[in-house]
C-alpha cells in the first residue's frame, strides 16, 4: 500500500504543474434538447470564490452541454446575496476555494464562503433556487464543508481512492451507481479521484463508495505517508440529491466529471470528452433537469 500510495503522489504531483486546457473539439449537439435555445433554465456558473472550474475556462464543456440542451449559462462574480440569487435558477459551484488556499493546496482550507454566503445560499435554496454543488478532493471538499454542513452532509476533506488505484473509477449499476433521481436510465458513470461524504438524512444517494475505497486526509494535496490519516469508504458517497423545503439541491465530490479537458504534455481527455465516460454527459443533463423539475 505505502509505494502504491508514494508512486500515485509523485505522479500527480507532476500533474499539477501540466497544463489543463478546455477541449475545444468538444461540441456536443442534442436532438432531444430540454429546450429550445436559449429558452431554458438560468444557470449561473459561480467565479467569486476562487473557482478552480469557470464558465468559459476548465468548464467550458459543461458550458456547451448546457447551452446545447437549451439553457442559459451565465456567470457569477459577487459574494452570494438573496436578492441577486432571486434572479437565478441554478446555482453551480464547482471547486471553490479560500484565497489562502490559491496557491498553497495544504491545511487549512478555510471555507471558500462567509457565514452569510451560506446563510444566503441555504435560504434561496428552501424558497425554491436550485443548487449544485461540486467539492473535489483536498482542499477542495474542506473549502465546501461548511456549505455542504448547511444541507446536512458531513463531508471529508480527503482524497477518495479505490484499490487498485486508477486514474479514473467507473461507477456501473450495482457497482456503485444508483440510476435514480438525475441518473434515471443510466448504466455507467465515470469520475476522476475526487473527495466523498456522508449522506444527509433525507438525501438518496447517487455515487456509493464500499470498503474498496479508502479516504486519505493528507496535509497537503497528493502527499501520502504511513502516517496519512485514512478511513474506510464504507458508508460514504461521492454524489447524493435533496430536495430542501421548496427546492433542490445535487452535492458531487468530483467536478472534472463534468468537464471536457486536455490534461498534460500528451493532452490526456479528462471528463465528459472521455470515451469511457459518455455517461457523464447524461448525468449533467439529467442533473439539470432534476434540478429545474424538467
Known amino acids: 500500500m505505502r509505494t502504491s500510495l508514494v508512486l500515485l503522489g509523485l505522479l500527480n504531483a507532476c500533474g499539477l504543474g501540466a497544463q489543463q486546457v478546455a477541449d475545444p473539439g468538444f461540441r456536443p449537439v442534442f436532438s ?43 456567470t457569477w462574480d459577487t ?30 482550507t478555510p471555507s471558500a464562503f462567509t457565514a452569510a454566503e451560506v446563510s444566503a445560499v441555504r435560504k434561496w435554496v428552501e424558497d425554491g433556487g436550485a ?40 461507477f456501473a449499476i450495482g457497482e456503485g451507481l444508483v440510476a435514480e433521481g438525475p441518473a434515471a436510465g443510466l448504466d455507467t458513470v465515470v469520475t476522476f479521484t ?12 447517487l455515487l456509493e463508495l464500499g470498503p474498496a475505497w479508502t479516504l486519505l486526509e493528507p496535509d497537503t494535496a497528493w502527499r501520502f505517508s504511513d ?43 479528462v471528463g465528459m470528452n472521455h470515451p469511457q465516460a459518455r455517461g457523464n454527459v447524461a448525468l449533467l443533463r439529467g442533473t439539470l433537469r432534476w434540478l429545474t423539475r424538467r
Open 32 to 74: 432531444d434538447a430540454a429546450f429550445p435555445p436559449g429558452k431554458g433554465a438560468v444557470v449561473v456558473i459561480d467565479e467569486a470564490h476562487g473557482n478552480f472550474h469557470t464558465r468559459d475556462g476548465r468548464y467550458q464543456g459543461f458550458t456547451r452541454v448546457a447551452e446545447a440542451d437549451g439553457h442559459r449559462v451565465r
Open 131 to 170: 443548487l449544485l454543488l461540486l467539492a473535489d478532493h483536498m482542499p477542495f471538499a474542506g473549502a465546501a464543508s461548511e456549505l455542504a454542513e448547511a444541507f446536512s452532509f458531513a463531508v471529508s476533506n480527503c482524497f477518495a481512492l479505490r484499490e487498485p488505484q486508477r486514474p479514473m473509477d467507473l
Open 194 to 205: 475526487g473527495s466523498a461524504f456522508r449522506l444527509a438524512p433525507d438525501a438518496q444517494p
Open 227 to 269: 502516517g496519512t490519516r485514512r478511513r474506510t469508504g464504507e458508508g460514504w458517497v461521492q454524489g447524493a440529491y435533496l430536495e430542501v423545503g421548496r427546492g433542490r439541491m445535487v452535492l458531487l465530490g468530483e467536478a472534472a466529471m463534468f468537464s471536457a479537458q486536455l490534461a498534460g504534455p500528451e493532452r490526456q481527455p
Open 79 to 108: 459574494a452570494f446575496d438573496p436578492e441577486a440569487l432571486n434572479a437565478v435558477d441554478v446555482l453551480v459551484i464547482a471547486n471553490a476555494l479560500h484565497p489562502s488556499n490559491a496557491e498553497q493546496w495544504a491545511l487549512p
